[in-house]
């Protein structure tokens, strides 16, 4: 969910201690508590994710400790200093502050809260979410809370299929040595199930969890040097494999692998707008669509526009840990597009950034170079920024158009008359005034 809009100002002490204290009914959350208060409970949460900076977060925190002492026994709520625990942050998909996010019968998936900011609309909001949560648990349809992933998401490798999945495969890897013997790999294993449920599915498969019992595949833990369990070790295409260094909770892995998911990806394509379907699907597939309305090619010619196009290719590199939608088109094409984004028929080149789920965007106000385009998107990605809601509230008709074929513009031609056997009188058609 991406929160646009927060300003900075904010002093060094709360920059220092966050928002919350031991007295407030707000649960302060970190990496090394967020498993045991969060995901193995059975209790509804309502977190936020917050920067001490922002100055919508800090308009909020009045409101989220009403609502944390309204909802005492009935609903959890918790704080997160997602700019000091950036690794909780990065797990959730935490784009802007603040953010808020329901973690109910599945807490691998959280949903992202959609309604008001005031202590009353927050409470009817957890409440409506606990009535269905009962229906379901009810009716046999809901979890049981716990959190844990299923085992069947973590690959079992073997001397047998290690190469052929694993170093055959071009796709990102962590894989962990173990020995059914072991205290430590026995407490990992419930975290590392988890992380590869996650990561299976906020990588769309592409990168993997997997598991060798060393005491078994004695080959394989040669081959790699297992001296310890467990030992965990990151695979990727074409390089030696390193040891994996981070922490043993899941969130620590599932946001490592998550970096590397994001390291290894192509940067994403950057598509002219040809029709609805186009827009629709970028805008709602991604968190944002990051949209260009450049000059007409009559105006830049073929030079001119890739111009513009490599520079927003460049941007989207930069930016493609965001997972954002990239788009452009032409002036004049998309007329009804250009309207309900204020873009007016003048300024071009313009760009625009697009949140579908809550119908807002914001507007490049400086530069359309790699300055200022960066500077746009860093405030965005941060939470800073203006934002207005895309007129009428969704997104609007599409025109479909022909790809640009890649070629300078040409002039319309217009038909020569032949004006000889005209006849211009003069006196025709005048007036006296």
């Known amino acids: 969910m991406v929160a646009i809009g927060c300003v900075l100002g904010c002093s060094l002490v709360l920059m220092a201690q966050g928002f919350y204290s031991a007295a407030d009914d707000v649960v302060e959350l970190n990496p090394s508590n967020f498993n045991r208060e969060v995901l193995q409970s ?43 625990h950036k690794s909780l942050g990065g797990q959730y998909g935490v784009r802007g502050f603040p953010s808020i996010k329901i973690f109910g019968a599945n807490k691998n998936k959280p949903d992202d809260y959609q309604g008001g900011r005031s202590s009353q609309a927050i409470v009817d909001g957890a409440l409506n979410t606990l009535r269905t949560l009962v229906k379901d648990r009810m009716s046999g349809s809901g979890g049981g809370g716990g959190g844990g992933g299923s085992k069947k998401n973590v690959v079992e490798l073997t001397d047998d299929n290690f190469d052929r999945l694993v170093l055959d495969s071009g796709e990102v890897w962590l894989v962990e040595f173990f020995a059914p013997w072991c205290g430590h790999c026995k407490s990992l294993e419930p975290e590392w199930a988890a992380a590869a449920s996650a990561v299976k599915e906020q990588t769309k498969d592409k990168v993997h969890l997997g598991a060798v019992d060393a005491t078994v595949h004695q080959g394989l833990a040669s081959r790699y040097g297992i001296r310890g369990f ?47 379907d186009v827009l629709k699907k970028t805008c709602e597939d991604y968190q944002l669509c990051v949209i260009a309305v450049l000059p007409h090619i009559l ?8 111009s513009y196009l490599e520079v927003m290719m460049k941007m989207a590199e930069k930016y493609k840990k965001k997972m954002w939608g990239w788009l452009w088109t032409e002036a004049g094409a998309q007329m009804e597009l250009e309207a309900s984004l204020g873009i ?49 509230g969704a997104l609007p008709k599409i025109n479909s158009v022909d790809a640009w074929d890649g070629k300078d513009g040409e002039l319309p031609v217009v038909d ?18």
């Open 42 to 84: 059975d209790s509804l949460w309502l977190i936020e994710f917050y920067a001490p900076w922002c100055g919508h977060c800090q308009s909020l925190t009045a409101d989220w400790k009403k609502t944390a002492t309204a909802l005492k026994g009935i609903v959890k709520v918790g704080a997160v200093d997602a700019d000091q």
């Open 299 to 306: 105006d830049t010619g073929a030079a001119g526009r890739n």
């Open 230 to 276: 467990p030992t965990i070790k990151i695979f990727k295409k074409g390089e030696e494999p390193e040891d994996y260094q981070g922490g043993r909770i899941r969130g620590d892995i599932i946001a490592r692998a998550l970096d590397l998911f994001s390291d290894n990806a192509a940067p994403p394509e950057l598509l002219e707008i040809l029709n609805a």
């Open 416 to 433: 020569d008359y032949d004006l000889s056997d005209v006849d211009l009188d003069d006196d025709i058609g005048k007036e006296e005034l």
């Open 344 to 392: 007016g028929g003048f300024g071009y080149p313009a760009m625009t950034a697009i949140n579908a789920r809550k119908m807002k965007f914001a507007l490049l106000k400086g530069s359309f170079s790699e300055t200022g385009i960066h500077e746009f998107l860093r405030d965005l990605s941060v939470g800073r920024g203006s934002t207005a809601t895309v007129g009428g």
